[in-house]
T-cell receptor, first 115, second 108 residues
């Protein structure tokens, strides 16, 4: 019973490049959440998606960041024109049903380093 | 707005008991979660409270008082492997707001 999958686990980009982070939720889960964690800090909510819908993107920076969860395939977090301040661990989590109070199961994270 | 407070660091001795407190002020509440996170790893679920009272699960227990906006995580019979960061999170309409975590160091 595979857990939440994220790839790549480590990603290095130069300033100005694009970063694409992928997340495959647990089987049977239709809700996906993205969080960012800076070194020595807590998790910060970015976006909550269901299949083909963005439910809450209140934590997403207004520019350069976008997320999708298509009908088929993984959820994608895209960061355009990366800057050094984007270096962080990006965690994806999934939950099975309405999401109101369901436990979120986390993937191993993608550690983005911007040179 | 959402505000969640927990101590930054705690130290305890192997075999002892430690209580990690969390206070919250949030605009909505659907439950409170505790997660454990070892350095460089993903958070793992420990407990969930939606009603007032104590939830016990092995060596770990979690308490919630909704009227006081307060929760604690109690760890008994501490082991060295319990050294980790412990995250308190409040769920509201599907979105979880996390505290900055409490780094627990267990010493022999």
């Amino acid at each position: 019973n595979a857990g939440v999958m994220q790839n790549p686990r480590h990603l290095v980009r130069r300033r100005g490049q694009e970063a694409r982070l992928r997340c495959s939720p647990m089987k049977g889960h239709s809700h996906v959440y993205w969080y960012r964690q800076l070194p020595e800090e807590g998790l910060k909510f970015m976006v909550y998606l269901q299949k083909e819908n963005i439910i809450d993107e209140s934590g997403m920076p207004k520019e350069r960041f976008s997320a999708e969860f298509p009908k088929e395939g993984p959820s994608i977090l895209r960061i355009q024109q990366v800057v050094r301040g984007d270096s962080a661990a990006y965690f994806c989590a999934s939950s099975p049903t309405s999401g109101l109070s369901d436990t979120q199961y986390f993937g191993p994270g993608t550690r983005l380093t911007v040179l | 707005g959402q505000n969640i407070d927990q101590p930054t660091e705690m130290t305890a001795t192997e075999g002892a008991i430690v209580q990690i407190n969390c206070t919250y002020q949030t605009s909505g509440f659907n439950g409170l979660f505790w997660y454990q996170q070892h350095a460089g790893e993903a958070p793992t679920f420990l407990s969930y409270n939606v009603l007032d009272g104590l939830e016990e699960k092995g060596r770990f227990s979690s308490f919630l008082s909704r009227s006081k906006g307060y929760s604690y995580l109690l760890l008994k019979e501490l082991q060295m492997k319990d050294s980790a960061s412990y995250l308190c999170a409040v769920s509201n309409a599907g979105k979880s707001t996390f505290g900055d975590g409490t780094t627990l160091t267990v010493k022999p």
